[in-house]
């Protein structure tokens, strides 16, 4: 084979080999319905217990947006907004917006855990939890990947750790979602 030749062949045979695709970025939208929260505070309206409420007193409706970044094939770095549909009420407390940042352990398969911290930068009226409260927030799930969408449900578990009339996990929110995943 010619010398000159063959850097040209060299050229051509990679430009027509595929690389490897690698999505930097990523975009997840869930509804997601709180089933029990406890407040961790005495119940204003008979003045004892702990104030708790689950899905069964009130269909609370969350739309949850996270935009991540992938440093690494398994691993984001995420940016969540959550957002409550529902009006909030003194009688429920922990509803409205929560911002805040995370990071997901996308396993392979069909598996993947998160964490996040996020804060409630809008509070309810109900007592002392008018006040941003900042939570440990905790979630693993099943994903089903279609090409470049991905189906999920999971499961989240929120913890109170700092706010006005809160205590370290003195309060706690579980909750489910289900919503789609992009990677781009």
């Known amino acids: 084979m010619n010398r000159r030749l063959l850097p040209s062949v060299v050229l051509a045979a990679a430009l027509m080999a595929p690389s490897a695709a690698r999505a930097d970025w990523g ?34 409706s969350n739309i949850d947006l996270i935009l991540s970044w992938y440093p690494i094939s398994f691993l984001t770095v995420d940016l969540e907004g959550q957002f ?10 922990f509803t409205g917006i929560y911002v805040g940042p995370g990071v997901t352990l996308d396993l392979p398969l069909f598996l993947y855990a998160r964490a996040a911290l996020p804060f409630q930068v809008t509070g309810s009226s109900y007592g002392s939890l008018s006040q941003a409260t900042m939570f440990l927030r905790l979630a693993g799930g099943l994903k089903l990947e279609i090409f470049v969408v991905r189906l999920y449900i999971e499961v989240l578990g929120d913890f109170a750790m700092a706010g006005s009339g809160t205590t370290f996990f003195g309060s706690q929110i579980i909750s489910v979602a289900a919503g789609l995943w992009v990677k781009f």
């Not at 407040?39 to 309206?45: D, E, S």
């Not at 409550?84 to 407390?93: D, F, I, Q």
Request: net charge neutral.
């Open 84 to 93: 409550n549909l529902s009006g909030t009420s003194t009688s429920y407390p």
């Open 27 to 60: 975009i997840r939208g869930a509804y997601l319905v709180p089933m029990y929260a406890n407040t961790g505070q005495t119940n204003q309206t008979t003045g004892s217990g702990d104030y708790h409420y689950s899905v069964g007193d009130k269909w609370q």
